[in-house]
């Protein structure tokens, strides 16, 4: 089937879908494939719950409402393409090593107060999030937010061709996924990928100005918005010491002082909503409603979370972790308060030629931190701790066992690492 009898298909669809277990009456199911799954084969029961059509690749297929293509995936994308041309409304791209999901939620709230905004759910951030974010975008939207991740030069630049940014972020450029990029250096030119496409394409770079790197390479685009001076205004936004867990900000927008609360843990996220301001006050939504939107964001999913247990307050930062985003988190909890501190850390995982280097200097940094309790989990955080007085374990299943019958009271703990090493295992023993 050619794109646009497909894309007419979709413009009287309720939309796509790629999991069969969640059709909804009237949706086009994609039948995508994986290491462990093939979508191919739960085609005809997405069928039989309600589904409009089923797109395939499986050749042996057939029927009325069977759409054999080449490839699933490439199709989807190109649909996406197709459904990208008719949307007018600013598309913000976001990307950076750390941060991206939070930065993607403050700027939702945030411009929220302008208009309807759609943006990537969750941290669909990939060759198949972004193709579904798209096509989960209603014509009517007045603000579109895109994040993007990748671990690989040229992902960045791929996914750029997809949902055509007309304005891009990156947070930060960090040691993440090493082991993809190959060098530092690599990764700083796969981030530029965003940079890149927005500068040949008409676009803005709306960058943080205090960053070194980022302002370097901003070199050769025309249209640049500075976080210090969004549009016509002027913006400052610094944390304000305290003695909470929470980052509270102190701010100055065109000459006038501000200070407020955030729901947010540690003064390395400002930069997060230094970006939400910046992008709120150059798009026109008033600064007391930039603020109220910023303060009330209440962080989900494991990213700068507090939670208060039965017997512990709980810093969850645990969705992903690499050596710039576990310094960040371990110098705003060496700044904290307590009586009684403790750490949970998973393994940093992808970091290649930098994984030795990356865990030991963790080691170095809880070094500094008096009475603390220290508990590490992977075989790279065994390898670095030698000769640190740490609870060492394989596995979070091995982690968790020890908590059960340790049951430790009366702590502030932080808890980060590699999503891969299943931290959340933890949770339930805090």
């Known amino acids: ?54 797109v395939v690749d499986d050749k042996s297929l057939s029927g009325e409402r069977i759409i054999v293509v080449d490839d699933v995936l490439s199709t989807m994308s190109a649909l996406a393409v197709c459904h990208r041309r008719r949307l007018t ?3 913000i791209g976001i990307t950076g090593s750390n941060g991206k999901t939070t930065t993607k939620e403050l700027l ?3 411009l929220s107060r302008k208009g309807r905004v759609h943006s990537t759910p969750g941290n669909l951030n990939n060759h198949i999030g972004v193709p579904l974010t798209l096509l989960s975008a209603p014509d009517d939207v007045a603000f579109l937010i895109v994040e993007m991740g990748a671990n690989h030069p040229g992902e960045i630049a791929a996914l750029c061709r997809t949902a055509r940014p007309t304005h891009g972020i990156i947070t930060n450029i960090g040691t993440a996924h090493i082991e993809g990029f190959g060098s530092f250096e690599n990764v700083i030119k796969a981030k530029r990928e965003l940079y890149q496409w927005l500068g040949e394409n008409g676009g803005t770079v709306i960058f943080n100005d205090d960053n070194p790197i980022l302002k ?31 980052l509270r900000v102190s701010a100055e927008i065109d000459g006038v002082p501000y ?10 996220n400002t930069d997060n909503v230094r970006s939400a301001m910046a992008v709120g006050l150059f798009f026109g939504v008033p600064a007391d409603d930039i603020i109220e939107a910023i303060s009330s964001y209440m962080p989900a999913n494991n990213r700068s979370q507090i939670t208060e247990t039965d017997r512990n307050t709980v810093i969850c930062d645990a969705y992903n972790a690499n050596p710039s985003s576990m310094e960040k988190a371990i110098g ?29 200097a963790v080691i170095r940094q809880l070094r500094q931190i008096d009475d603390l309790k220290a508990v590490l989990i992977g075989p790279h955080f065994r390898e670095a701790a030698a000769g640190f007085p740490a609870k060492l374990f394989g596995s979070s299943e091995a982690a968790a066992e020890w908590l059960r019958s340790e049951k430790p009271e009366g702590y502030t703990i932080l808890v980060k690492g590699s999503r891969g090493m299943m931290l959340e295992k933890v949770y339930p023993l805090l």
């Open 259 to 268: 200070k407020f609360p955030t729901r947010l843990f540690g003064a390395y």
């Open 332 to 360: 705003s909890f060496a700044a904290l308060k307590a009586a009684k501190k403790m750490v949970i850390l998973g393994d940093m995982l992808e970091l290649g030629t930098e994984t030795a280097p990356g865990h030991s």
């Open 1 to 54: 089937m050619e794109i646009e009898r497909l894309y007419a298909l979709y413009r009287n669809s309720a939309g796509i879908t790629t999991d069969s277990r969640t059709i909804r009456k009237g949706e086009i199911f994609f039948a995508l494939k994986g290491p462990a799954h093939d979508g191919n084969r739960h085609a005809v029961a997405a069928l039989e719950s309600g589904a409009l059509a089923a």
């Open 108 to 110: 939702t709230a945030v």
């Open 89 to 91: 409304m600013p598309v």
């Open 216 to 246: 370097e390479i901003t070199g050769g685009i025309s249209s640049l918005v500075a976080y210090s001076s969004p549009g016509s205004h002027t913006l400052r936004a610094e944390p304000e010491e305290n003695d909470g867990m929470l």
